[in-house]
């Protein structure tokens, strides 16, 4: 028969144990539970990655028309790190063009327009010398159709804007365009304001680059900036 002290010796033995094993419980524990924390933040880590490659890109340098090629005789140059499109002597159309193509795309730019200002945007457009078949969106003078969507050489005017969008325009300060381009849905805004939402399956059927355009007449200088685009 065990006496009371000699009980007494074995849980105080028991409870010596447990204490000098209690730092490595602990330590195992708070290692295991840092491994855990590593590999939860990993994914977060690739999805914030991920985010990352779909950001605004700029397409224009402010320095040069690197990325750009120019397609007939008008002139587009850097001034002041605008990019600017003027009217040549022969006062005929003209373009820049990305030498990429964008086929799902953002895209975002700032214009500003001198005295007749009519020129425009294109997407998914292809040019053979300064014939472009594509479709562009307008940036033209007050009262015609800045932001409405117009395919070239074939059907014409898709969308053409409500007399009360008129008035969004500032001719002659800088207003802001955007350019929603996914499947066959168009999307144009001008500074904030909705112009245009159209589908369109001919339009979801094409790819090709984005180019700025000078119309034929002369006369005509529009200065650019902030061209930055996000691929979908």
């Not at 195992?28 to 855990?36: D, I, P």
């Not at 040549?88 to 086929?103: I, N, R, W």
């Not at 969308?159 to 207003?175: A, D, F, R, S, Y």
């Amino acid at each position: 028969m065990q006496t009371i002290s000699t009980l007494n010796l074995r849980y105080q033995l028991k409870l010596l144990l447990f204490f000098s094993l209690m730092p490595f419980v602990l330590g195992s524990c708070q290692q295991s539970g840092s491994q855990e924390n590593e590999a939860n933040e990993q994914p977060a880590q690739a999805v914030e990655a991920s985010a990352s490659e779909t950001e605004f890109k700029p397409i224009f340098d402010g320095e040069s028309l690197d990325g750009w090629k120019i397609h007939g005789t008008e002139k587009w140059y850097v001034e002041d790190g605008l990019l600017v499109c003027e009217s040549g002597p022969d006062a005929e159309y003209g373009y820049l063009a990305t030498d990429q193509s964008y086929k799902d795309f953002v895209l975002e730019l700032e214009f500003q327009q001198e005295a007749d200002g009519n020129s425009g945007v294109f997407f998914r457009s292809s040019l053979d010398g300064t014939k472009i078949s594509g479709w562009q969106v307008e940036v033209a003078p007050p009262g015609n159709d800045t932001g409405g969507i117009y395919e070239s050489y074939g059907r014409g005017w898709l969308v053409q804007i409500p007399e009360e969008k008129e008035g969004i325009l500032n001719m002659g300060e800088w207003n802001k365009m955007r350019i929603e381009v996914e499947g066959d849905n168009v999307k144009t805004y001008l500074n904030g304001e909705q112009m245009v939402d159209l589908t369109d399956e001919k339009i979801g059927e094409a790819n090709g680059s984005i180019a700025l355009q000078i119309h034929s007449g002369g006369g005509i200088k529009v200065r650019w900036r902030d061209l930055q685009v996000k691929e979908l």
